[in-house]
T-cell receptor
Framework: AQTVTQSQPEMSVQEAETVTLSCTYD???????LFWYKQPPSRQMILVIR??????QNATENRFSVNFQKAAKSFSLKISDSQLGDTAMYFC?????????????FGQGTELSVKP | DADVTQTPRNRITKTGKRIMLECSQTKGHDRMYWYRQDPGLGLRLIYY???????NKGEISDGYSVSRQAQAKFSLSLESAIPNQTALYFC?????????????FGPGTRLTVL
């Protein structure tokens, strides 16, 4: 069974600085999707970024980028120029493409605080 | 208007009561999911459905049941609520044919069982 681990329960960063959130996963499959979701205090789940495992290029969305290391099964999220609105819980998630119903397997979450 | 809605947004109930959480979507997606979120555990899958005739258990289905009344509606029931079912519940939808496999989440229901 696949598992996702986020080893940093809490992190903090100063406004305008860069922070990296870690995520590791375990799977025997070669093709899958990885996601980072953001959950602000409003508790809405918001997709931040996605990565297809067959793509070697790391995904980027504005200030958010990932470092996808397939052999190491690592998928970290880098937030550049942190803003107060980035304060949220961040979840890493895995999706198998093989007979899994498209369900997401989530990590435990990292609570990020951006300080002024 | 929100594409995925959940009712109620918050609910407090007592042990042994039957509770239904409802989810509706206007996205036209066939796949729908129910997750629960607990501190330190992330989100875990309770049930998922590919269409009105195809319902599947997730990793933590014990104590829960679901009903897919239509493509747009997917309800989660707790037949006899217990305190350890206190959690934040999310409904989600997806459309794999769209190519990105993204799941779209509702706003969540905060359930407290006393």
């Amino acid at each position: 069974a696949q598992t996702v681990t986020q080893s940093q329960p809490e992190m903090s960063v100063q406004e305008a600085e860069t922070v990296t959130l870690s995520c590791t996963y375990d799977t025997s499959e070669s093709n899958y999707y990885l996601f980072w979701y953001k959950q602000p205090p409003s508790r809405q789940m918001i997709l931040v970024i996605r990565q297809e495992a067959y793509k070697q290029q790391n995904a980027t969305e504005n200030r958010f980028s990932v470092n996808f290391q397939k052999a190491a099964k690592s998928f970290s999220l880098k937030i550049s120029d942190s803003q107060l609105g980035d304060t949220a819980m961040y979840f890493c998630a895995f999706m198998s493409l093989y007979n899994q119903g498209g369900k997401l397997i989530f990590g435990q979450g990292t609570e990020l605080s951006v300080k002024p | 208007d929100a594409d995925v809605t959940q009712t109620p947004r918050n609910r407090i109930t007592k042990t042994g009561k039957r509770i239904m959480l409802e989810c509706s979507q206007t996205k036209g997606h066939d796949r729908m999911y129910w997750y629960r979120q607990d501190p330190g555990l992330g989100l875990r899958l309770i049930y998922y459905s590919f269409d009105v005739k195809d319902i599947n258990k997730g990793e933590i289905s014990d104590g829960y049941s679901v009903s897919r009344q239509a493509q747009a509606k997917f309800s989660l029931s707790l037949e006899s609520a217990i305190p350890n079912q206190t959690a934040l519940y999310f409904c989600a939808t997806s459309d794999p044919a769209g190519g990105h496999n993204e799941q779209f989440f509702g706003p969540g229901t905060r359930l407290t069982v006393l």
